[in-house]
């Protein structure tokens, strides 16, 4: 598969602070979860943020310019809306604002609608429709435009749990012949989103700690994402000499990430290698709770 998700040496701030700093990443699944990332992640891939340093590519170009270009559509999480506007007129307006002609704008949307269930919805304000309704404009919006990418941010967060397996089976059944990349902190292994993904990325802070089939990842009960101070590499080779195996990513300083497949170990053995290295773990997490 060939990438069209890439970051390379990534920065973006927020209040002047970096939220991401040196994130580098790549994926190439028709059907992307992007898990653990910041919000800043998604906002400089929806072209809503600006890249301070670095690369962040959508579908070959430049995010921002992949979304100017009409090439990618983003569908962020609960941005205000109109309230006396329609669900139609919203759609419509998406499809508008992305460049399309009125008769078309007018098609696209009814087509977004009935692709996220919406169509009995159409002539409901904005001001009345109920969270989940919200939500799943959210990606109609985005549909509408004509994009052949989407980049949504965490559609079913919030949502009580009916609620958000229903509208995760409607976003995953809409989405079946287009580009996607959902962005959320976790997703439930059992959720249509899940299931529908062919690539999981999961990120810890500015480094990708597990990427792959997100079965795979979420059997991986035993492989850790430690953050540590101190003599990481001392640690690192410690673990790896004890069984396990300790993998640190670039860059680490001040705090080294570090990810671990504990092998015969036990979680508290590391507490015990690391202090025996003079290193401290500072944070750790499995990886598998990403699907938690």
């Not at 569908?75 to 399309?100: I, K």
């Not at 590391?270 to 025996?276: D, H, M, N």
Request: net charge positive.
């Amino acid at each position: 598969m060939s990438a069209w998700l890439e970051a390379s040496h990534l920065r973006v701030d927020v209040g002047g602070a970096p939220a991401i700093d040196g994130l580098s990443l790549a994926a190439g699944g028709d059907h992307v979860l992007v898990l653990g990332a910041a919000r800043a992640l998604f906002g400089a891939a929806a072209g809503l943020r600006r890249v301070t340093r670095g690369d962040l590519l959508v579908d070959g170009r430049p995010a921002a310019q992949a979304v100017r270009a009409g090439a990618a559509a983003c569908a962020p999480l609960d941005p205000p809306l109109p309230p006396s506007w329609s669900v139609l007129e919203y759609a419509t307006w998406s499809a508008r604002v992305a460049g399309q002609p009125r008769r078309a704008a007018r098609a696209l949307a009814g087509e977004a609608l009935a692709r996220m269930r919406l169509t009995a919805a159409a002539a409901t304000r904005l001001s009345a429709a109920p969270p989940v309704v919200r939500r799943a404009l959210g990606v109609a919006a985005a549909l509408a435009t004509g994009a052949r990418v989407l980049l949504v941010e965490d559609p079913v967060g919030g949502l009580p749990d009916e609620a958000a397996h229903l509208l995760a089976r409607t976003i995953a059944r809409a989405v079946e012949d287009l580009r996607t990349a959902v962005f959320a902190g976790r997703v439930a292994l059992e959720s249509p989103l899940a299931l529908a993904a062919d690539e999981a990325v999961v990120i810890d802070g500015s480094h990708v700690v597990a990427q792959g089939a997100p079965g795979e990842i979420a059997a991986g009960e035993r492989t850790l994402a430690l953050r540590v101070l101190g003599d990481f590499e001392a640690f690192a080779r410690a673990v790896d000499a004890s069984g396990g195996r300790a993998q640190v990513s670039s860059g680490a300083p001040p705090a080294a990430h570090v990810r671990v497949d504990l092998g015969p170990l036990a979680a508290r053995d590391l507490l015990r290698i690391a202090a025996s290295s003079n290193a401290v773990v500072v944070e750790l997490r499995p990886i598998a709770r990403s699907f938690a």
